[in-house]
Structures are given as C-alpha cells and as structure tokens.
C-alpha cells in the first residue's frame, strides 16, 4: 500500500533551519513527482515545493524560494524538505505529496499524502 511517513517538524526559532523527511516505497519514489504542502491556520492548502523526476526538475512556491530545497535520496527513497531562513510566515502543518497535480499554472494537489508534520517557527 502506499505510504508517506513524515519526520523532522519541531519548533524552531526565525532565522533557523529544520530539515523534513518523506520516506516511501521505491516504487512511489521512482514512479511519481512529489513534493510539499503546507497549511496555515485559518489559511488554504499552499503548494511549497516540488521535484519531478523527468529532467530533475524542481518548483518552488515564491515565498520559499532562495530558502528551501526539495532533494531526494534514492538509496532512501527519501524526499526531503531543507527549510532554512524560518519565518514566523512558515508555521503550518506541512504534507508531503506524492504524483502531483499540474494545473496549468501551478501545482494543485496530489494523489498520496502523508499525515503531516508541525512545523512551528517562533519570532
């Protein structure tokens, strides 16, 4: 069955770094884009980033850009979230996605996801 089991939300201070975590099957891995979302309180589901696979090819949401990085590890079947330059403005819940939706214009939502994982950035 597929699975995405999220790690390394926490607690940071602004300015600092955290580092999250996806593993999954390699089949999940090798086959479909993935990427993150997050959720605010009292806000949207937000894209964050994205990696797909064909061509190596990366997205990022404006307000993330130059801050984090989505990479992967294939011995892992790992796709990970480097967040650093926290903002008070990245606190949310934060999903990892899997087989991602192009909506023309930007990514829109996903096939598989994680159960979320807190990211809490304190000013």
């Known amino acids: 069955q597929v699975q995405l089991v999220e790690s390394g939300g926490g607690l940071v201070q602004a300015g600092g770094s955290l580092r999250l975590s996806c593993a999954t099957s390699?089949?999940?891995?090798?086959?479909?884009?993935m990427g993150w979302f997050r959720q605010a309180p009292g806000k949207e589901r937000e894209f964050v980033a994205a990696?797909?696979?064909?061509?190596?090819?990366?997205y990022y949401a404006d307000s993330v850009k130059g801050r984090f990085t989505i990479s992967g590890d294939n011995a892992k079947n790992t796709v990970y979230l480097q967040m650093d330059s926290l903002k008070p403005e990245d606190t949310a819940v934060y999903y990892c996605?899997?087989?991602?939706?192009?909506?023309?214009?930007?990514?829109?939502?996903?096939?598989?996801w994680g159960q979320g994982t807190q990211v809490t950035v304190s000013s």
């Open positions: 390699g089949r999940i891995f090798s086959t479909y884009p």
């Open positions: 996605a899997a087989d991602l939706k192009w909506g023309g214009s930007s990514w829109i939502g996903a096939s598989y």
């Open positions: 990696i797909h696979w064909i061509g190596g090819v990366t």
